[in-house]
């Protein structure tokens, strides 16, 4: 994580007096303890960076900035210092334990005409209960509020859902979807099953996207069918980088490729592309828990037409129900349905989500958080399922 470039990072900027609590929110946010504050508090200028992995939004930086006392000439004095942290701030969070006027006002007014999204932070909100009136006047200069306790840790989740809903688009949008795990001159070989639910003459937008980025990346993509991949093996010289299966053929691959060879499938790649794989991860072990009857609520991003043997609609259930051995339930969700309340669900799968994008799936992901619901998608599931969660979890650090 730490080795993720800077620049990739979304770049949230804290803003807020001495004392209202911005390290221990960071803290709480993290989950881990870490060292922020300025060693001389409220004396010095200097922005202090700290890169973190804010789950599950992905990697972070954070620049804190130095808080004032005071918001007289000299508080607006050192805070223009701080305001050159402005340039290379993505979303501001703007704390505050109670207080709001020109000092805040002042972050909020520099925001806008920077264009940079502000959250404003009510922070130590077990400690105090803000005025209606209060609230008015903050509302009206940022209208993204979030009440949270870093002590007690609460509206945490309402916080990062807050990032999620601001954040500028790309930082959401553009984590790699395979170029961080192959090189130049790499080669990567695909296998796609061309079978009845294959469309007509044309390959599946995962399909084109992961050639698209492997050709970015200046490495070289093979691709076959699942019944071509022995032959193909046979042919190649050196071993292959990477190989990536659409998640049905997964048992035929694996039983055509040495061991030491890493395997994945498009559908993991958008588990993490589209989402949190780690979440994600987490979430597909709640297979072993379901109880009898439970009730699995499928998320379909878009409202395709099904055919057939249909992945989400007949081949996971049947393969859930073999697996778990227990009578389950298939709610189905498709486009951008998605139930506010998930209590009645015992664990949420969500579909590889091309035609959707990160930010869609990362509220739902942290819904499903907040609601404590396992949430974990197609891949995944069928991996497990398979007995090949392992093998094609090993091209990701975090698992391998
Ligand atoms: S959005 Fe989901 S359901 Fe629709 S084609 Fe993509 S993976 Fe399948």
Redesign the pocket.
């Known amino acids: 994580m730490q080795e993720t470039p800077r620049g990739m990072r979304l770049h949230i900027g804290l803003f807020g007096r001495r004392n209202v609590g911005k390290s221990s929110l960071l803290n709480a946010l993290v989950g881990q303890e870490v060292s922020i504050v300025s060693e001389i508090p409220g004396t010095t200028t200097d922005v202090v960076t700290k890169p973190m992995e804010l789950k599950p939004l992905g990697p972070v930086l954070f620049l804190d900035t130095a808080g004032v006392d005071d918001s007289g000439v000299l508080g607006l004095k050192r805070l223009e210092k701080s305001l050159a942290a402005f340039e290379r701030t993505d979303l501001v969070f703007l704390v505050s334990d109670g207080a709001w006027d020109e000092y805040e006002k002042h972050i909020a007014d520099n925001c806008r005409e920077h264009g940079i999204p502000v959250i404003a932070v009510m922070n130590k909100i077990d400690a105090w209960q803000p005025a209606e009136a209060f609230l008015n006047i903050v509302r009206a200069q940022v209208p993204e509020v979030v009440f949270v306790s870093a002590v007690q840790k609460s509206g945490l989740d309402e916080l990062r859902q807050a990032v999620v809903r601001n954040a500028p688009k790309d930082f959401l949008d553009n984590p790699a979807l395979v170029s961080d795990l192959i090189g130049p001159g790499d080669q990567v070989v695909l296998v796609v099953p061309i079978d009845l639910e294959a469309p007509k003459g044309r390959l599946?937008?995962?399909q084109v996207q992961v050639i698209r980025e492997v050709l970015d990346a200046d490495a070289c993509a093979l691709v076959v069918k699942e019944r071509e991949l022995g032959d193909l093996m046979g042919k190649l010289k050196a071993k292959p980088t990477l190989v990536i299966t659409d998640s049905q053929v997964m048992l035929k691959v694996n039983a055509n490729l040495p061991v030491d060879v890493k395997m994945t499938s498009f559908?993991v790649l958008?588990a993490r592309w589209k989402g949190d794989l780690e979440t994600f991860v987490q979430g597909v072990h709640a297979l072993d828990a379901l109880p009898e009857n439970a009730k699995i609520l499928v998320?379909?991003?878009?409202?395709?037409h099904p055919i057939g043997d249909d992945?989400?609609r007949v081949k996971i259930p049947r393969w859930l129900r073999q697996y778990t051995g227990k009578k389950l339930e298939f709610i189905f969700a498709?486009g951008h349905d998605f139930p506010a309340d998930l209590s009645p669900y015992h664990l949420i799968l969500?579909?590889?989500?091309?035609?959707?994008n990160r930010r869609e799936v990362l509220g739902r992901i942290m819904a499903a958080r907040k609601q404590k619901i396992p949430i974990t998608n197609?891949g995944l599931v069928i991996a497990k399922s398979q007995g090949m969660l392992e093998r094609i979890l090993s091209p990701f650090a975090a698992f391998a």
């Open positions: 599946i937008l995962p559908s958008f998320l379909e991003a878009c409202s395709h992945i989400g498709a969500h579909c590889g989500a091309c035609m959707t197609y």
